[in-house]
């Protein structure tokens, strides 16, 4: 290769090596994912000094990641005759700009959609969405504004069109956040935030729900100028009000739909009765409630209900609120100010001694495939259900990355059975929320 020093070559070399391993074994067809027998992972071509250009056809092999591409017309126009061909097209190398000019990027992103809902409630949808929860509120420090901006803004450009908040995330701050973040992407995403707690003068009353008409409107009206958009993605019922019945509430929402306020309707935490009174009276487009390894409740009967009415499903806390990512112990030590996980009782010392029994298994499950605890979890989640869009959330690059590629793994239906079995067996330590927030989830 010429005018390329030793330095830039070991670069390079290292590059490409890192990139067999980065990529997730159940891309490369082995383990936990598999690629279709006409499919082939391709060399798309290394565009070095006299190498030229190679063709596909006469690369083409198994289990070789498509590392290099520089002339990307000429791959556009190759892989035309290759649909089958998995593309990295992120993964480049470019020589030859300058001294010692390298730079070789691994970025992943979200290349599938998904639909919420159907007939006129379907929203589609990145395959993996974003919550904003933790940008700002409830997961102790976080980066500055500017750092956390720029994350959603990665986000998007890596294909994230699913971004959630609520108001009751630090009292519209987050609300704010977001809507500053989104600025100028509106027409690429989807912003979707949440009513039903009851404030006054900004003071969340814990003990009561508010999802009167009247508030209903006031927060939708908040949250429009909160996150500068004329529209709502989705606007979802937080926790049910018993004081106003649900039909009250659906008609409410299907108003504020009719007037351009309001795309798509959707509940949090509510049970299988409580969705089909709504889905009578406006039809709901996803159900948002917590589901992941170690809180499966609602596959009893709301997944069921969802999946006869065509509704969609948006798992929160997808990795049990950073748990099953594997980073949390009995040490680990909650920012009193700004992390409601120290007040849950799964995240006593105790419970997470106990519980970390579930995280070695997802590790062991994950290691001889390729895949880390946290991409475990995700995964297992969209390969339940293809109208299942989990929205993890993160203030890290890093995390970003690792759970968008969880997007692309593959389970087939025994290891699915493996994963929930070796789980199931092992009995999960204390209750998701305290007393009072766990009486406001339907049962």
């Known amino acids: 290769m010429k005018n390329v020093s030793r330095r830039s070559f070991l670069k390079v070399s290292s590059a490409m090596v890192a990139g067999l391993t980065i990529v997730p074994s159940s891309i490369l067809g082995r383990g936990a994912g598999h690629v279709a027998p006409s499919d082939k992972l391709n060399i798309a071509g290394i565009g070095v000094g006299g190498m030229g250009r190679r063709n596909l056809a006469n690369m083409s092999t198994e289990n070789i990641v498509a590392l290099c591409d520089v002339d990307w017309h000429y791959a556009d126009k190759t892989f035309k005759d290759y649909p089958n061909a998995i593309r990295f097209k992120d993964w480049r190398v470019m020589f030859g700009q300058g001294p010692s000019a390298l730079d070789c990027k691994t970025n992943a992103v979200v290349g599938v959609k998904r639909t919420l809902g159907s007939g006129t409630a379907s929203m589609v949808v990145s395959a993996m969405g974003f919550g904003c929860m933790g940008l700002n509120h409830h997961r102790g420090q976080h980066p500055g504004k500017k750092q956390v901006i720029a994350l959603v803004h990665e986000a998007i450009d890596r294909g994230v069109t699913l971004f959630d908040t609520a108001e009751s995330y630090g009292y519209q701050t987050n609300e704010r956040l977001v809507g500053e973040a989104l600025k100028g992407y509106s027409d690429r995403v989807f912003v979707t935030t949440k009513f039903g707690h009851k404030f006054v003068d900004g003071v969340q009353i814990k003990t009561e729900e508010d999802s009167s008409p009247n508030n209903i409107r006031k927060v939708c009206e908040n949250s429009l100028r909160n996150l500068g958009v004329e529209t709502l993605g989705m606007f979802y019922q937080h926790r049910a009000d018993p004081n106003t019945p649900i039909e009250v509430v659906a008609e409410t929402v299907n108003e504020l739909i009719r007037e351009g306020k309001v795309?798509?309707?959707?509940?949090?935490?509510?049970?299988?009765?409580?969705?089909?009174?709504?889905?009578?009276?406006?039809?709901?487009?996803?159900?948002?409630?917590?589901?992941?390894?170690?809180?499966?409740?609602?596959?009893?009967?709301?997944?069921?209900?969802?999946?006869?009415?065509?509704?969609?499903?948006?798992?929160?806390?997808?990795?049990?609120?950073?748990?099953?990512?594997?980073?949390?112990?009995?040490?680990?030590?909650?920012?009193?100010?700004?992390?409601?996980?120290?007040?849950?009782?799964?995240?006593?010392?105790?419970?997470?001694?106990?519980?970390?029994?579930?995280?070695?298994?997802?590790?062991?499950?994950?290691?001889?495939?390729?895949?880390?605890?946290?991409?475990?979890?995700?995964?297992?989640?969209?390969?339940?259900?293809?109208?299942?869009?989990?929205?993890?959330?993160?203030?890290?690059?890093?995390?970003?990355?690792?759970?968008?590629?969880?997007?692309?793994?593959?389970?087939?239906?025994?290891?699915?059975?493996?994963?929930?079995?070796?789980?199931?067996?092992?009995?999960?330590?204390?209750?998701?929320?305290?007393?009072?927030?766990?009486?406001?989830?339907?049962?």
Request: with cysteine; aromatic share 8%; proline share 6%.
């Open 263 to 443: 795309l798509h309707f959707g509940l949090c935490e509510v049970n299988a009765d409580t969705i089909r009174r709504a889905h009578r009276i406006c039809p709901v487009t996803a159900i948002q409630s917590e589901y992941h390894l170690m809180h499966r409740a609602v596959e009893e009967s709301v997944l069921p209900l969802c999946e006869e009415l065509g509704i969609g499903f948006v798992p929160y806390s997808p990795i049990n609120r950073g748990f099953l990512g594997g980073l949390i112990n009995e040490y680990t030590r909650f920012d009193p100010e700004n992390d409601n996980r120290q007040d849950l009782p799964r995240f006593q010392p105790e419970a997470i001694r106990a519980n970390m029994r579930i995280v070695e298994v997802l590790n062991a499950f994950g290691r001889t495939r390729g895949i880390t605890p946290a991409q475990v979890a995700l995964a297992w989640l969209m390969n339940k259900k293809p109208w299942i869009v989990a929205i993890p959330g993160t203030t890290k690059l890093s995390h970003l990355e690792e759970n968008l590629r969880a997007a692309d793994i593959i389970f087939t239906a025994g290891e699915m059975r493996e994963l929930e079995d070796a789980v199931s067996a092992i009995p999960v330590v204390g209750s998701r929320y305290n007393a009072l927030q766990e009486s406001k989830v339907q049962k």
